[in-house]
């Protein structure tokens, strides 16, 4: 395999994190990695979130290490330094959302290659939470699962849903569905929203951590959606939320102040989910596995044990 870009000094991971390229079914390049860990009980299959990269998880991965579990990650098509979906770096863009399948595969197909130490688990953050639901359904190989604030639905009030449905509906008739949603930007606004205004941490030093990765390699940072991304993962969550949940034994955090993804979307899943169990967390924002060690390690605390005790 060729080795790609790994930027360890703004990841803060465990020692020898590495990175590969690797490649679809479609022929599109993904950038897939791992730290690895001698004596581990497992691997962690990390699913990352919208406009996320391998990098980020990088303190994940040692929270991990020291209970006892390696992990690897990937940037999905058109994030991070995998092959970009548009002319302009910065639009979050995708043709559909069963591409990001095609990606699953081929990073299935990579740890298998890296002889990464079974058994394997998930965890999947936001939107891929949203990709690795399907491929839970789809019989993901993994003993269990965890999601944090998955993408199961998007938050809007009514008539901002009913507006964006329509909009990037008839964008994609009229072939307008690769412009940017409006309102938004190429830019890489993680750089620069401040810390008080942010939806994702309660963490100050959390969120400098990860403006600081964005700031220091723009590359792996990623601006606004296009309207077909949007119309995709509306269509997609739609479908999700049609389907019965899979038998995988799963837990699922919720923040008490998301304000990304639709809570009631992911409540109403967790409540069918007879091998599930679904923790709010008091306090939480959008991204719990990145706030302060009161928050964050009782949580990777739960999923070790969850993932113990599926050996």
Excluded: C
Excluded at 1 to 22: C, K, N
Excluded at 134 to 156: C, E, T, Y
Excluded at 198 to 205: H, I, K, Q
Aim: charged letters at 20%; proline letters at 6%; glycine letters at 10%.
């Amino acid at each position: 395999m060729e080795l790609a870009p790994f930027h360890a000094d703004v990841a803060d991971g465990p020692d020898g994190g590495v990175a590969h390229w690797i490649k679809a079914a479609d022929g599109l390049r993904l950038r897939a990695g791992y730290w690895p860990f001698e004596g581990a009980k497992g691997t962690v299959l990390l699913f990352t979130g919208r406009s996320e990269f391998i990098e980020k998880y990088g303190r994940i991965a040692r929270d991990l290490q020291q209970r006892g579990y390696a992990m690897a990650a990937i940037d999905w098509r058109g994030q991070g330094l995998s092959d970009r979906m548009a002319d302009d770096r910065g639009l979050g863009h995708v043709d559909a959302f069963s591409d990001y399948q095609h990606d699953v595969a081929a990073f299935l197909d990579y740890v298998k290659q890296t002889d990464l130490p079974a058994p394997h688990y998930v965890i999947a953050h936001s939107m891929g939470g949203g990709i690795g639901l399907r491929a839970l359904i789809n019989d993901l190989p993994v003993k269990a699962a965890a999601f944090s604030a998955p993408m199961w639905g998007i938050r809007a009030n009514l008539s901002l849903r009913s507006f964006i449905w329509g909009l990037s509906t008839v964008s994609r008739r009229l072939n307008f569905d690769g412009n940017i949603v409006p309102g938004k930007s190429t830019d890489i606004t993680l750089s620069e929203i401040p810390f008080d205004e942010n939806e994702l941490t309660n963490d100050p030093e959390m969120y400098a951590y990860m403006q600081n990765q964005v700031r220091k390699y723009p590359d792996l940072g990623l601006g606004g959606p296009s309207l077909r991304w949007v119309n995709e993962a509306l269509w997609e969550t739609r479908r999700l939320a049609a389907l019965p949940a899979p038998p995988t034994p799963t837990l699922t955090f919720l923040g008490s102040d998301e304000t990304i993804v639709d809570a009631d979307r992911i409540k109403t899943k967790m409540a069918q989910w007879s091998n599930g169990k679904l923790t709010v967390v008091p306090g939480g924002k959008h991204e719990m596995m990145m706030d302060a060690p009161a928050m964050r390690g009782p949580i990777l605390d739960a999923i070790a044990a969850h993932f113990d005790s599926h050996p």
